[in-house]
């Protein structure tokens, strides 16, 4: 690999990573797993002049859960952590179902839920996962810290709010209104591959009817899409073929496909549709059989 | 004392020794190219067209030469005063070295920077400003023949259009005549895509001259070290003698690395001009847009059948896209390569083939993949044809195939289109596989599945490769005949080193040609070294592909060991102290005939060519044979693959895949079944994901693994292989017909026909390669064929 030439500082605290990055604005960039960034720099894309790699900041590995159940991801939580974790497992279905389908397990113990966030690539899995459970992201900057909704966060392809000089330093996830349910199901053509069509379905019920829906689409925009029609037919009702059938419709709807050497438009929007279709249909078994 | 040593215990023919290569590539201590660091050495990188079709209206490299390190700059200019800025091609045409006029594919090479390191090299190839003025581009054959089509090659005088050839084998009117008697003619067209052998190594060369002794020393990434020094002592017009060519280790081959490739002769011009070694090594996503490609054939044909099922007669016409020079790695004078070996398995009483090819801006120098040239088209679409054909007949797959083929008596068999065929157990072979899939059971379960709305399916493909790239009156590259080589230096204490003309990259040539020699003449194998890959210490041969090593230069392993133990057969006479007619050979040891209990070992034959000849007889016991094969030789192949398919998404899977290989004699069984796994994956792969296409401006898709799709064992299906059926191939020495390539040449079709006979409900003919879901999707919702290159198409 020969990337252009560029400074490479591994800081100790956020505050000092905070500094380096005011001091190189524009040209520097943070380095958590790598695995988007490195490669970027390989081919050239990306040319900093500055490397802030916070590997060395202390405490941001976790990933836990608060007494009311707010679940918060350090920013050094790699996606192998989330994908053997059993606190996901036991209450996050759409997250568990979501960590083994990012990338290879090679790429999966370096890359972070976080980095993947701030790098709000189209076809990044986390950003949609995140969108559906109405997560947030904590930013840190000379000014102290500052929560951003996932809705407002990622502002295009490649791009989000962050100023130059804030790190990423959690992720959060709401405690739910009653009991979870949903999942993500991803087109790929191999393993390690992006989503040709990637869908996240998250769902708060209480009894039968659903509190909260969330649903989310990867790869079929110009970045994450949260399909809030979609979502809005199902709140407040449980769900029957009819409801599930109306959003698999309004999903496809909000999806803004295009034509290219993964599928065709009208091939991917059906796509959204099925797994939409799909993943509402398991929730609507009885917990062990989802489960299985 | 009169026993013969016991073969498999020393590692002769038929013992699954491990390869003794892999205790140096799995501890990392190979020695690749890019291992290899000489005093002084310099670093280049290539700067390549970013555009498919354009014409160059100025370069300057001024910036790029202000840069601190940078030592040269070489441009097509430059290469033109030295009258390099074009090479010769192995298909008799030319290609640009450094682009001049025009650069003709996207990832075209265009100057070329050598510095004191890699990142210098590379800032400075961004600093060289290229005012490039677009041209109207070509991606395909259809577009290639358009009225006012841009002609491509304007370079050469006598190429007015983008026509390469149009050429024709076969006997055009009986098959007239033929189909003109048929009860029913199936017909097909289909595409096979474009795909590149992508070796885990790119391709790299480090040249380096001496100005002192005048020799130019190259290590490279080469298949063919020989044909290189050839090529290197036409093109740079230095004395052959002052050249040397070593391959070290090689990371993978199929093909990519038989062709001259621009970087290798920027590499030794830097060196003679700087007089310091000069390393290049290709980084991934040059390898995958400049380097010799492999397939990106449109077939298209129709079979004459009788009612009852006879095949009459086969008409073919291809269309070749070659990219933007002809420079086709192929060593035989058929324009098409040996794509008129199709059907050679089946009793085809005639046919006729036609073939054209054209230029277009992609990437050049097709290349045999895996296969002897063309093979795997020629399978492919035979295979995919008869499936076709027996549909149309409402005839069962596997009794179409088992009434139409060769019959085991009928050898040798000339095809339709020439070849000599000369054994085979066909009907024997699909036996074995349908008895292992349980055919019949199968077929009750898939109606039964369909019943529910279930798509299951089942497909079957043979294949027979010519293979061996050999004998000298048909096969040659730029004149020189296709034989190959073998010397064997059998030392004092009985231990051994065999040097060949071919160069493996991963086949285990280290492992199989030590169990040759150990089978001819007793010598353990691990007594017998192997060396590959320098010119100046290998006998010459034609290199390593189209599955030639065992058919050719292992068969001269053979033969010079039988001179070895015709020489060893008259020092035991010596020591034994009777007349040579009255020895007999038992493995591994001469005994005198009426008393076997008298004798000597092979070992010590040895010591006496060194300590104790007779007299008049010259010393050592050492010998180089040459071998010409008398023909190709021909294995041939079952492959059967089960699937489902997904009607919602199109996604398919596999669920059972079984192999019969009958190669003729196996040299090392486990070499073998590791050959014919990779190959099956690759065949997977070309069916499920692997292709590289084009947008309409000829930007290449698939120029990193994030698009071009190698799969991992994640999602290989499993194998069944099989081995009982050997037909042992009667002209080769020790019955050996070659394997590396059968399944990747026959295994496609399988998959293909698998995922056909599952949606053969909707009356869909053909879903063009690769099986991508939303392409099997499209096919089952809108019941219709799926075809052409995925995706000149897009929404804008
Ligand atoms: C072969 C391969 C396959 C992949 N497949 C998938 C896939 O299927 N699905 C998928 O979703 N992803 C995939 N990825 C991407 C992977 O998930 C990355 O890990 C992720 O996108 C980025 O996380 P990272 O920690 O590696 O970030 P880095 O590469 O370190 O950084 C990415 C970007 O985010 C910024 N950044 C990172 N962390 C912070 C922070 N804390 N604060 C501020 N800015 C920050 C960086 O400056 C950079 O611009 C793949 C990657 C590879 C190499």
Same mark, same amino acid.
């Given at each position: 690999?020969?990337? =252009?030439?560029?400074?490479?500082?591994?800081p100790?605290?956020?505050?000092?990573?905070?500094?380096?990055?005011?001091?190189?604005?524009?040209?520097?960039?943070?380095?958590?797993?790598?695995?988007s960034?490195?490669?970027l720099?390989?081919l050239?894309?990306?040319a900093p002049?500055?490397?802030?790699?916070?590997?060395?900041?202390?405490?941001?590995?976790?990933?836990?859960a608060?007494?009311?159940g707010?679940l918060?991801?350090?920013?050094?939580?790699?996606?192998?952590?989330?994908?053997? =974790?059993?606190?996901?497992?036991?209450?996050?279905?759409?997250?568990?179902a979501?960590?083994?389908?990012?990338?290879?397990?090679?790429?999966?113990?370096?890359?972070?839920l976080?980095g993947?966030?701030?790098?709000?690539?189209?076809q990044?899995?986390?950003?949609?996962?995140?969108?559906?459970?109405g997560?947030?992201?904590?930013?840190?900057?000379?000014?102290?810290r500052?929560?951003?909704?996932?809705t407002?966060?990622?502002t295009?392809p490649?791009?989000n709010?962050?100023?130059?000089?804030?790190?990423?330093?959690?992720a959060?996830?709401?405690?739910a209104?009653?009991?979870?349910?949903?999942?993500?199901?991803?087109?790929?053509?191999?393993?390690?591959?992006?989503?040709?069509?990637?869908?996240?379905?998250?769902?708060?019920?209480?009894?039968?009817?659903?509190?909260?829906?969330?649903?989310?689409?990867? @790869?079929?925009?110009g970045?994450?899409?949260?399909?809030?029609?979609?979502?809005a037919?199902?709140? @407040?009702h =449980?769900?029957?073929?009819?409801?599930?059938?109306?959003?698999?419709?309004?999903?496809?709807?909000?999806?803004?496909?295009?034509?290219?050497?993964?599928?065709?438009?009208?091939?991917?929007?059906?796509?959204v549709?099925?797994?939409?279709?799909?993943?509402?249909t398991?929730?609507?078994?009885?917990?062990?059989?989802?489960?299985? | 004392?009169?026993?013969?040593?016991?073969?498999?215990?020393?590692?002769?023919?038929?013992?699954?020794?491990?390869?003794?290569?892999?205790?140096?590539?799995?501890?990392?201590?190979?020695?690749?190219?890019?291992?290899?660091?000489?005093?002084?050495?310099?670093?280049?990188?290539?700067?390549?067209?970013?555009?498919?079709?354009?014409?160059?209206?100025?370069?300057?490299a001024?910036?790029?030469?202000?840069?601190?390190?940078?030592?040269l700059?070489?441009?097509?200019?430059?290469?033109?005063s030295?009258?390099?800025?074009?090479?010769?091609?192995?298909?008799?045409?030319?290609?640009?070295?450094?682009?001049?006029?025009?650069?003709?594919?996207?990832?075209?090479? #265009?100057?070329? #920077?050598?510095?004191?390191?890699?990142?210098?090299?590379?800032?400075?190839?961004?600093a060289?400003?290229?005012?490039?003025?677009?041209?109207?581009v070509?991606?395909?054959?259809?577009?290639?023949?358009?009225?006012g089509?841009?002609?491509?090659?304007?370079?050469?005088?006598?190429?007015?259009?983008?026509?390469?050839?149009?050429?024709?084998?076969?006997?055009?009117?009986?098959?007239?005549?033929?189909?003109?008697?048929?009860?029913?003619?199936s017909?097909?067209?289909?595409?096979?895509?474009?795909?590149?052998?992508?070796?885990?190594?790119?391709?790299?060369?480090?040249?380096?001259?001496?100005?002192?002794?005048?020799?130019?020393?190259?290590?490279?990434?080469?298949?063919?070290p020989?044909?290189i020094?050839?090529? #290197?002592?036409?093109?740079?017009?230095?004395?052959?003698?002052?050249?040397?060519?070593?391959?070290?280790?090689?990371?993978?081959?199929?093909?990519?690395? #038989?062709?001259?490739?621009?970087?290798?002769?920027?590499?030794?011009?830097?060196s003679?001009l700087?007089? *310091?070694?000069?390393?290049?090594i290709?980084?991934?996503?040059?390898?995958?847009?400049?380097t010799?490609?492999?397939?990106?054939?449109?077939?298209?044909?129709?079979?004459?059948?009788?009612?009852?099922?006879?095949?009459?007669?086969?008409?073919?016409?291809?269309?070749?896209?070659?990219?933007a020079?002809?420079?086709?790695?192929?060593?035989?004078?058929f324009?098409?390569g040996?794509?008129h070996?199709?059907?050679?398995?089946?009793?085809?009483?005639v046919?006729?083939?036609?073939?054209?090819?054209?230029?277009?801006?992609?990437?050049?120098g097709?290349?045999?993949?895996?296969?002897?040239?063309?093979?795997?088209?020629?399978?492919?679409?035979?295979?995919?044809?008869?499936?076709?054909?027996?549909?149309?007949?409402?005839?069962?797959?596997?009794?179409?195939r *088992?009434?139409?083929?060769?019959?085991?008596?009928?050898?040798?068999?000339?095809?339709?289109?020439?070849f000599?065929?000369?054994s085979?157990?066909?009907?024997?072979?699909?036996?074995?596989?349908?008895?292992?899939i349980?055919?019949?059971?199968?077929?009750?379960?898939?109606?039964?599945?369909?019943?529910?709305?279930?798509?299951?399916?089942?497909?079957?493909?043979?294949?027979?490769?010519?293979?061996?790239?050999?004998?000298?009156?048909?096969?040659?590259?730029?004149?020189?005949?296709?034989?190959?080589?073998?010397?064997?230096?059998?030392?004092?204490?009985?231990?051994?080193?065999?040097?060949?003309?071919?160069?493996?990259?991963?086949?285990?040539?280290?492992?199989?040609?030590?169990?040759i020699?150990a089978?001819?003449?007793?010598?353990?194998a691990?007594?017998?070294?192997?060396?590959?890959?320098?010119?100046?210490?290998?006998?010459?041969?034609?290199?390593?592909?189209?599955?030639?090593?065992t058919?050719?230069?292992?068969?001269?392993?053979?033969?010079?060991?039988?001179?070895?133990r015709?020489?060893a057969?008259?020092?035991?006479?010596?020591?034994?102290?009777?007349s040579?007619e009255?020895?007999?050979?038992?493995?591994? *040891?001469?005994?005198v005939?009426?008393?076997?209990?008298?004798?000597?070992?092979?070992?010590?034959?040895?010591?006496?060519?060194?300590a104790?000849?007779p007299?008049?007889?010259?010393?050592?016991?050492d010998?180089?044979?040459?071998?010409?094969?008398?023909?190709?030789?021909?294995?041939?192949a079952?492959?059967?693959?089960?699937?489902?398919?997904?009607?919602?998404?199109g996604?398919?899977?596999?669920l059972?895949?079984?192999?019969?290989?009958?190669?003729?004699?196996?040299?090392?069984?486990?070499?073998?079944?590791?050959?014919?796994?990779?190959?099956?994956?690759?065949?997977?792969?070309?069916?499920?994901?692997?292709?590289?296409?084009?947008?309409?401006?000829?930007?290449?898709?698939?120029?990193?693994?994030?698009?071009?799709?190698?799969?991992?064992?994640?999602?290989?299906?499993?194998?069944?292989?099989?081995?009982?059926?050997?037909?042992?191939?009667?002209?080769?020495?020790?019955?050996?017909?070659?394997?590396?390539?059968?399944?990747?040449v026959?295994?496609?079709?399988?998959?293909?026909?698998?995922?056909m006979?599952?949606?053969?409900?909707?009356?869909?003919?053909?879903?063009?390669m690769?099986?991508?879901?939303?392409?099997?999707?499209?096919?089952?919702?809108?019941?219709?064929?799926v075809?052409?290159a995925p995706?000149?198409?897009?929404?804008?």
């Open positions: 690999m020969y990337p =252009s030439r560029f400074r490479y500082e591994a100790h605290s956020a505050a000092e990573a905070i500094r380096l990055l005011a001091a190189g604005g524009d040209n520097a960039k943070v380095l958590a797993g790598g695995q960034l490195v490669p720099m390989k050239r894309f990306a002049e500055l490397v802030v790699d916070i590997n060395n900041l202390p405490g941001l590995s976790y990933h836990r608060d007494p009311d707010t918060r991801i350090g920013a050094l939580c790699r996606h192998a952590d989330l994908e053997r =974790s059993e606190l996901l497992a036991r209450t996050q279905p759409t997250m568990a979501a960590a083994p389908l990012i990338a290879d397990p090679i790429v999966r113990n370096r890359g972070t976080v993947s966030l701030c790098h709000a690539d189209p990044g899995d986390w950003a949609s996962v995140v969108l559906s459970l997560g947030s992201v904590v930013a840190q900057g000379p000014a102290g500052r929560s951003i909704p996932m407002d966060f990622v295009g490649f791009q709010l962050l100023a130059p000089d804030e790190i990423a330093v959690e959060v996830i709401p405690a209104q009653g009991e979870r349910r949903g999942g993500y199901l991803k087109l790929e053509r191999r393993v390690g591959d992006f989503a040709t069509v990637g869908v996240a379905v998250s769902l708060e019920t209480s009894g039968e009817v659903v509190r909260r829906a969330g649903i989310a689409l990867t @790869g079929v925009g970045s994450t899409i949260a399909a809030t029609e979609a979502a037919a199902l709140t @407040g =449980s769900l029957t073929t009819e409801s599930i059938s109306a959003a698999a419709e309004a999903a496809a709807e909000a999806a803004r496909p295009r034509t290219d050497h993964r599928g065709s438009a009208e091939y991917k929007r059906h796509m549709a099925t797994f939409v279709e799909r993943i509402l398991r929730c609507t078994a009885e917990p062990a059989e989802r489960a299985a | 004392m009169s026993q013969a040593v016991d073969e498999i215990k020393i590692g002769g023919l038929g013992a699954s020794r491990k390869r003794v290569e892999d205790s140096r590539f799995i501890r990392g201590k190979g020695n690749y190219t890019d291992d290899i660091v000489l005093p002084g050495m310099l670093h280049m990188e290539i700067l390549r067209s970013p555009l498919a079709h354009a014409r160059i209206k100025s370069i300057d001024s910036k790029a030469w202000d840069i601190p390190g940078v030592h700059v070489l441009t097509g200019e430059m290469m033109a030295r009258n390099l800025a074009w090479m010769p091609t192995l298909s008799y045409d030319t290609q640009a070295v450094l682009a001049t006029d025009k650069v003709r594919f996207q990832g075209q090479e #265009v100057a070329c #920077v050598i510095a004191d390191d890699p990142y210098i090299a590379k800032d400075a190839c961004e060289i400003v290229v005012d490039y003025e677009p041209l109207p070509i991606v395909n054959p259809a577009q290639a023949v358009a009225d089509a841009p002609v491509i090659r304007d370079d050469k005088e006598t190429q007015p259009d983008n026509v390469i050839y149009d050429w024709e084998v076969g006997d055009r009117d009986g098959t007239d005549r033929a189909f003109a008697s048929a009860d029913l003619v017909k097909l067209e289909l595409h096979y895509p474009r795909s590149h052998p992508s070796p885990i190594e790119c391709c790299g060369s480090i040249a380096d001259f001496n100005r002192a002794t005048s020799k130019l020393t190259v290590y490279m990434t080469t298949q063919a020989h044909i020094r050839a090529a #290197v002592a036409m093109v740079a017009e230095l004395p052959e003698h002052m050249i040397r060519i070593i391959s070290p280790d090689i990371g993978g081959g199929f093909g990519n690395k #038989v062709p001259v490739y621009p970087g290798y002769v920027c590499s030794i011009l830097a003679i700087l007089e *310091r070694p000069v390393k290049w290709e980084d991934k996503s040059g390898n995958l847009i400049s010799g490609f492999a397939r990106d054939v449109y077939l298209k044909g129709e079979m004459a059948l009788r009612r009852d099922g006879k095949i009459l007669a086969v008409r073919m016409h291809t269309d070749a896209d070659h990219g020079f002809f420079s086709d790695a192929q060593p035989s004078k324009k098409i040996l794509m070996s199709a059907f050679a398995a089946y009793d085809v009483p046919a006729h083939l036609t073939a054209r090819g054209t230029y277009s801006n992609k990437a050049p097709g290349v045999a993949y895996r296969c002897s040239f063309r093979v795997t088209e020629a399978m492919f679409f035979q295979e995919r044809m008869v499936q076709a054909a027996a549909a149309d007949l409402g005839m069962d797959q596997a009794e179409f *088992r009434m139409n083929f060769v019959p085991d008596d009928a050898f040798p068999h000339r095809t339709p289109f020439g000599l065929t000369d085979g157990q066909y009907a024997k072979c699909l036996e074995v596989g349908l008895k292992a349980d055919y019949e059971n199968f077929r009750a379960q898939q109606a039964e599945a369909r019943s529910r709305g279930r798509l299951l399916g089942l497909g079957i493909s043979t294949m027979t490769e010519p293979l061996g790239a050999g004998n000298s009156r048909e096969y040659d590259i730029l004149g020189i005949k296709m034989f190959d080589s073998a010397e064997l230096k059998v030392h004092m204490t009985g231990k051994a080193i065999v040097r060949t003309g071919a160069r493996g990259q991963g086949q285990g040539h280290e492992t199989t040609w030590a169990q020699v089978h001819e003449l007793g010598i353990p691990d007594d017998i070294v192997v060396e590959e890959g320098d010119t100046d210490t290998a006998p010459f041969g034609m290199g390593t592909y189209a599955s030639r090593s058919p050719v230069a292992g068969a001269a392993v053979a033969m010079v060991a039988r001179k070895i015709a020489k057969r008259q020092l035991a006479a010596h020591l034994l102290e009777v040579e009255d020895i007999e050979w038992a493995l591994g *040891r001469f005994y005939r009426s008393a076997p209990d008298r004798g000597v070992t092979i070992q010590e034959c040895a010591v006496a060519a060194y104790n000849m007299d008049g007889m010259e010393p050592g016991l010998a180089t044979a040459y071998y010409d094969p008398p023909n190709l030789t021909w294995p041939f079952v492959y059967i693959v089960t699937v489902e398919v997904d009607p919602d998404t996604v398919w899977d596999v059972n895949m079984v192999a019969v290989d009958d190669c003729g004699v196996r040299i090392n069984p486990m070499i073998v079944e590791g050959q014919i796994m990779g190959g099956l994956t690759e065949a997977y792969a070309m069916s499920n994901m692997q292709f590289i296409t084009f947008d309409a401006d000829g930007n290449c898709v698939g120029s990193n693994y994030m698009d071009y799709l190698l799969p991992t064992a994640w999602e290989t299906p499993g194998f069944e292989l099989h081995s009982e059926v050997v037909t042992p191939c009667p002209h080769h020495p020790i019955g050996a017909k070659g394997i590396g390539e059968c399944a990747a026959g295994g496609p079709a399988a998959f293909v026909n698998a995922v006979d599952a949606i053969s409900g909707t009356g869909v003919r053909n879903v063009d690769p099986l991508l879901p939303d392409r099997v999707w499209e096919a089952i919702t809108y019941r219709r064929d075809s052409g995706p000149v198409r897009s929404d804008d």
